[in-house]
């Protein structure tokens, strides 16, 4: 067993400052706190194959998305306790809800990747066009491979992984 800690600051592609937490040797999840400025709107993004739960620590946010099935838009508002879950190709764009900053943790599954391969930055709230989608086999071969890696290591491996980085 370890303590983790919130990494160096990453913005991400919607332009959120995020705290990646190492979750070494966990391989199915990834988790980052991000901070939500008041009066700013970031931009619209879409994830190709991750899961996302946006649970709210402190603070009020604005979160716009679109289901890609049913067309639908909806706006959510949601306070420190609460969460939203965003699937696979839904657009997503978030907002503090009002004057006060607000701080989220970001749970991902399969867990979001350091080059940001997985976000597509779009234009409107919208479907991914077929070039945005041209990356989804790509994608889905990177997370089976992490998978089977996963898989495969042998629980001394993932002992001596978490002596480690005790």
């Known amino acids: 067993m370890s303590i983790r800690v919130a990494g160096p600051p990453v913005t991400a592609p919607d332009g959120i400052v995020v705290y990646p937490i190492d979750l ?3 391989a199915h999840l990834a988790l980052a706190e991000g901070h939500i400025r008041p009066g ?3 931009g619209i993004h879409a994830h190709l194959t991750l899961e996302q739960v946006t649970y709210v620590l402190s603070g009020r946010i604005r979160a716009i998305t679109r289901d890609p099935q049913t067309g639908q838009t909806q706006e959510i508002q949601a306070k420190a ?3 939203i879950i965003t699937l696979p190709g839904h657009s997503l764009q ?4 009002d004057d006060k900053p607000a701080r989220v943790l970001f749970i991902t599954s399969p867990p979001y990747p350091a080059d940001h391969s997985d976000t597509v930055t779009l234009d409107a709230h919208r479907p991914l066009n077929q070039a945005e989608q041209a990356h989804l086999p790509e994608r889905r071969s990177a997370i089976l491979a992490d998978i089977r890696r996963a898989l495969l290591r042998s629980p001394t491996e ?3 992984s978490k002596a480690n980085r005790s």
């Open 94 to 97: 978030f907002a503090a809800a």
């Open 81 to 83: 306790g609460e969460s």
């Open 40 to 42: 700013h709107t970031y």
């Open 158 to 160: 993932s002992s001596r």
């Open 24 to 26: 070494t040797p966990c």
